[in-house]
């Protein structure tokens, strides 16, 4: 994966990483029967989230905050089918509890990266000269 100098973001990367090396194996005892629906869903999102997390520390200003927005819709669904593996007791309680923490420490990092960025695009947006900003808008 290509990196920047945006040794900050690297959390949100070794996060991820952890996260995916423990979801993965989990995820071999869940019902056979929804290995290809639900069970890849969740591991459909969790690889696409970790892929836009890339996207977006390979691009900058409104296209990185594009990127971002993209990762946060599939960190959603990440959530959404974790929390129905647990409904459906494929997981129990402390598994919950852990995966949980994980996406929500994901979550957070993902938020602040979000904000750090619009203040970035904010920041240039005032720092660009008058004439600039009317003709390119």
Do not use: C
Not at 26 to 51: G, I, M, Q, V, Y
Not at 79 to 90: K, P, S, V
Not at 95 to 120: E, P, S, V
């Amino acid at each position: 994966m290509a990196m920047d100098d945006n040794s900050e973001n690297l959390p949100l990367f070794g996060k991820t990483y952890d996260f995916l090396a423990w979801l993965a194996p989990l995820s071999n005892n869940f019902p056979r029967a929804h290995r290809t629906t639900t069970t890849k869903r969740l591991l459909d999102a969790a690889h696409n989230f970790l892929e836009r997390a890339v996207d977006a520390n390979n691009v900058r200003g409104a296209a990185r905050l594009a990127a971002l927005d993209a990762a946060n819709a599939e960190l959603d669904k990440v959530r959404l089918y974790f929390r129905l593996a647990h409904h459906w007791r494929w997981i129990n309680p402390g598994q919950y509890k852990h995966g949980a923490a994980y996406i929500g420490d994901i979550g957070r990092l993902l938020g602040g990266w979000q904000r750090a960025t619009k203040r970035q695009l904010a920041a240039q947006t005032e720092a660009a000269p008058a004439g600039a900003r009317k003709a390119g808008g």
